[in-house]
T-cell receptor, first 118, second 118 residues
Framework: AQKVTQAQTEISVVEKEDVTLDCVYE???????LFWYKQPPSGELVFLIR??????QNEISGRYSWNFQKSTSSFNFTITASQVVDSAVYFC???????????????FGKGTKLSVIP | DSGVTQTPKHLITATGQRVTLRCSPR?????VYWYQQSLDQGLQFLIQ???????AKGNILERFSAQQFPDLHSELNLSSLELGDSALYFC?????????????????FGPGTRLTVL
């Protein structure tokens, strides 16, 4: 069975600080995809990034960066120079071939609520 | 804007009642996924349809059912509602996957329907 663990329930940082959100996953498949989603107070789910299991390159997009390490089954997300607009709940998610033949439903972690204080 | 629409945005009803949530996928997307986000369970996959047929089931209660129509819109029916069914229900669509699976295709989430059962 697949599982995603986000051990940090809530994090508060002061604006301009860097913050890392942790994500640890479990899957029995060798082919899988990892995601990060942002859920602002308005409630919608905003896709941030997708990573497949064969691509361990770290990625940077503006102030966002992701560190994927298969050896530790982790896919951590760092926000550099945080801003108030980054305040949201962030979800890590996983899908793999064992979700069911022909289905790629997502398994989500419980989420980390990030509060950026001005 | 993801291109996925959900109606209604908010729904308030009483215990024991039945409601229908509607989802229109992005143009051309054949797959529709339903997810439930509650305080207790977090974000959970409920059910997936592909081109009118059920593809996968997750933690969906027997009181809940769904269908996908020839025009590809989908409805999630919730009956004999209980207080614990209060949640945010998301629909997501993608242009995969069919019976043979295949490469992963992105899921795009709608804005959600917030259901409150009183």
């Amino acid at each position: 069975a697949q599982k995603v663990t986000q051990a940090q329930t809530e994090i508060s940082v002061v604006e301009k600080e860097d913050v890392t959100l942790d994500c640890v996953y479990e899957t029995r498949d060798t082919t899988y995809y990892l995601f990060w989603y942002k859920q602002p107070p308005s409630g919608e789910l905003v896709f941030l990034i997708r990573r497949n299991s064969f691509d361990e390159q770290n990625e940077i997009s503006g102030r966002y960066s992701w560190n994927f390490q298969k050896s530790t089954s982790s896919f951590n997300f760092t926000i550099t120079a945080s801003q108030v607009v980054d305040s949201a709940v962030y979800f890590c998610a996983l899908t793999d071939a064992y979700s069911g033949a022909g289905s790629y439903q997502l398994t989500f972690g419980k989420g980390t609520k990030l509060s950026v204080i001005p | 804007d993801s291109g996925v629409t959900q109606t209604p945005k908010h729904l308030i009803t009483a215990t024991g009642q039945r409601v229908t949530l509607r989802c229109s996928p992005r143009s051309g997307d054949l797959s529709v996924y339903w997810y439930q986000q509650s305080l207790d369970q977090g974000l959970q996959f409920l059910i997936q349809y592909y081109n009118g047929e059920e593809r996968a089931k997750g933690n969906i209660l027997e009181r809940f059912s769904a269908q996908q129509f020839p025009d590809l819109h989908s409805e999630l029916n919730l009956s004999s509602l209980e207080l614990g069914d209060s949640a945010l229900y998301f629909c997501a669509s993608s242009d995969g996957t069919g019976p043979q699976g295949g490469p992963y295709n992105e899921q795009f989430f709608g804005p959600g329907t917030r259901l409150t059962v009183l």
